[in-house]
């Protein structure tokens, strides 16, 4: 029922009572293939967290029906123990935060339908590490259980170790009768008793706050008058002034800060700089003008790294074809290096830092060996392996996952990777071309857990980081993925030929595979090019432009959300695979979850809908109470082993298309590594 208050206990004494059999794999269908069973299974150590003393982990595992359980485990005596759980059929456990030596901050998410409309729903639960003395905290201080986030902490009060900054609505009276957005306030929030006191008055345009990492609130994200605003205040003082504006048609105006620097005035932020966005200082007193900190010739940077008490920002970090991190801290960059040599072949990252600096956690892993985590004792120069994210993979060989550029039809060179299986031979393999979603994000190298299992089937696997993609400049970023989806498809189109000319691929047994955008790209391609894929999959794919615009008439975002995808009518019902079902000649198969916030399962119904209306081939798979990640183990078993059937009959060896001929006859250039 919406609206009725999250309640732990009941089901927390449950799962309790199950603990030994808390951490074997989820359950999975009978029948599933063995390979969908590999690589489908969620990670079973999952978002750790060190403890402000180091001494203790925080960490999800998840319980064999594939609910995620929180545990905190001790170093010291090596005992673990459960401390909080999801609530089944209604709240998620995400994670766990320590706000002192003794007390988690939970992050709990629900999909509820209020009002008609799916919406995202977070709540903060308050519990002590041995699992004790549990609270759920703002719906106390709310007095209602319909605001729906209320999980968004501003600063974590490290010095008043029993309070936090949290944004939050104002808390709802018996007279107000205002269901809408009542603006929001900051407030200082007890984490024992739940309990909260204002700090910042509410501010009924304010959409997010930020602190100076000190428990002040330095910053504030406005939306008003077909913008989104930027307002800060000098250290001490009370005045807001503006900083930024951006309107809704903009999309090449990148301005997003990052934190604060040892100085309190200086503002630390991403923005543009000859085309690529990079990190400037900015000095809040406006005694000088900004500073180019750090940017990269042929990339963005892509976000930051913080860690300690102050969570204070150590590094930025970038991808070229592999991710690099650029540091302001001498000591941090020194342990990176010492590990990156301990852990030879592996991209390593410092994720976590105790309060003292003596312990830190540090994540290692690769295109072959999926991410694990270590705890090292700065002291004791010791380094201790966590349990494994992936059991199950254990004994198996993973596929070698190889940056590569291709060039696109234009004559310009589109970044990817190639993961092709670990016994490939000589001859030409059945491929798959799998575009990212987005479109405005990107692929990097590293474990893919989708990319593993085709592998494992016998196909190659071409990511392409196609015109739309983050991370390689406002030029490559252009129009967007959906206001110029040609562009996206033609560099899609580019790469599958290119796998065949260069003879890597069979060019008749080539399909297409993508999730969220990347399935919008994948059913557009069957529609595009029709002779190039023997088949399409869509997993929670985008079906039609127009439809995916009135998805967000009802939220706040409408209007930007509107003019990414755009207003052109032409662009839109070209760009609409559902309008153009009748052009599809290959086999489709489509899933979609009916919890889907990003792309809602209408998409996938009404494209199921007109391939049968046109007796085209189709099959839909449907899951309940299923997110737009699939976050779940038994429908990820489910979804793979379909996949791995559906591919299998369509990639059969046929007699030639003419396609094979075509390829023989153009350029096959080598294919080149990248760094």
């Not at 900015?282 to 010739?297: A, I």
């Not at 990817?416 to 491929?431: D, H, I, N, Q, R």
Request: hydrophobic residues 40%.
């Amino acid at each position: 029922m919406p609206g009725r208050p999250l309640s732990l206990r009941s089901f927390f004494r449950c799962v309790w009572l199950m603990l030994p059999f808390a951490f074997p794999l989820a359950a999975h269908a009978e029948g599933a293939d063995p390979d969908a069973i590999a690589f489908g299974t969620m990670s079973t150590f999952s978002v750790p967290k060190i403890s402000p003393d180091g001494r203790r982990l925080f960490f999800l595992t998840r319980h064999q029906s594939g609910l995620p359980l929180g545990v905190v485990s001790d170093f010291e005596t090596g005992k673990s123990q459960l401390v909080i759980a999801s609530e089944e059929d209604r709240f998620d456990l995400m994670g766990c935060e320590w706000a002192n030596r003794e007390r988690l901050l939970c992050d709990f998410y629900a999909v509820r339908r209020a009002f008609g409309e799916l919406s995202a729903t977070t709540r903060l639960v308050a519990v002590n590490a041995d699992g004790s003395d549990m609270e759920v905290l703002l719906q106390k201080a709310l007095r209602d259980n319909w605001a729906q986030f209320q999980n968004q902490i501003v600063d974590f009060l490290t010095d008043q170790p029993k309070k936090v900054l949290i944004q939050m609505p104002k808390p709802k009276s018996d007279l107000d009768p205002d269901w809408g957005v009542r603006g929001l306030q900051v407030a200082e929030l007890d984490i024992y008793s739940g309990r909260s006191k204002k700090r910042e008055n509410v501010h009924s345009q304010a959409r997010g706050w930020m602190s100076d990492g000190r428990g002040v609130p330095r910053l504030r994200f406005l939306i008003k008058d077909r913008k989104s605003v930027w307002q800060a205040r000098r250290s001490g003082q009370k005045k807001w002034r503006t900083l930024h504006e951006r309107t809704y048609e903009d999309f090449n105006d990148v301005y997003a800060p990052l934190g604060f620097g040892e100085d309190p005035n200086e503002l630390l932020l991403l923005r543009r700089h000859e085309g690529r966005v990079a990190l400037f200082s900015h000095d809040l007193t406006g005694k000088r003008e900004d500073r180019l900190v750090f940017s990269h010739p042929d990339v963005d940077l892509y976000g930051a790294l913080k860690l300690g008490k102050y969570r204070r920002m150590v590094a930025v970090g970038y991808s070229t074809d592999l991710w690099h991190w650029h540091f302001f801290d001498a000591e941090i960059e020194q342990i990176d290096q010492m590990l990156s040599e301990a852990l030879p072949g592996l991209s390593v990252s410092v994720v976590d830092e105790s309060w003292d600096g003596d312990f830190y956690l540090i994540r290692a892993g690769s295109d072959l060996e999926p991410y694990r985590y270590y705890r090292v004792d700065r002291v004791a120069k010791k380094i201790k392996a966590l349990p494994s994210s992936y059991p199950q993979l254990a004994g198996r060989s993973l596929a070698p996952m190889t940056p590569l550029h291709y060039p696109g039809r234009d004559g310009r060179q589109i970044s990817g990777y190639l993961t092709k299986p670990v016994s490939e031979g000589e001859a030409a393999l059945p491929a798959i071309v799998m575009p990212h979603g987005g479109p405005h994000s990107r692929d990097f190298w590293g474990y893919d857990w989708l990319a593993q299992f085709l592998a494992s089937r016998g196909y190659a696997v071409l990511q392409s980081n196609y015109r739309g993609s983050a991370g390689f400049g406002e030029e490559w970023s252009g129009e967007g993925g959906f206001r110029d989806w040609r562009s996206a498809i033609d560099d899609l189109t580019d790469g599958a030929r290119y796998l065949a000319e260069s003879g890597v691929a069979d060019p008749q047994r080539i399909c297409i595979l993508g999730w969220s955008y990347g399935g919008y790209a994948a059913l557009l391609s069957a529609v595009e090019e029709p002779d190039l894929y023997r088949c399409a999959v869509s997993i929670a794919g985008v079906s039609d432009l127009p439809m995916l615009i009135e998805d967000g008439r009802n939220f706040q975002g409408f209007r930007f959300n509107r003019e990414f995808i755009g207003r052109d009518p032409k662009t839109l019902d070209a760009g609409s695979p559902a309008q153009r079902a009748e052009e599809i000649e290959v086999p489709v198969l489509l899933f979609h979850g009916d919890e889907d916030l990003n792309v809602g399962v209408e998409h996938s119904r009404a494209m199921a809908k007109a391939l049968r209306k046109r007796d085209k081939s189709v099959d839909y798979v449907e899951y309940e109470e299923v997110e737009h990640s699939i976050r779940r183990s038994r429908e990820r078993i489910d979804m793979l082993t379909r996949i791995g059937a559906f591919l299998d009959a369509n990639t059969a060896p046929v007699a030639g298309s003419g396609l094979r001929e075509t390829a023989a006859a153009l350029p096959r250039p080598a294919l080149r590594e990248g760094e």
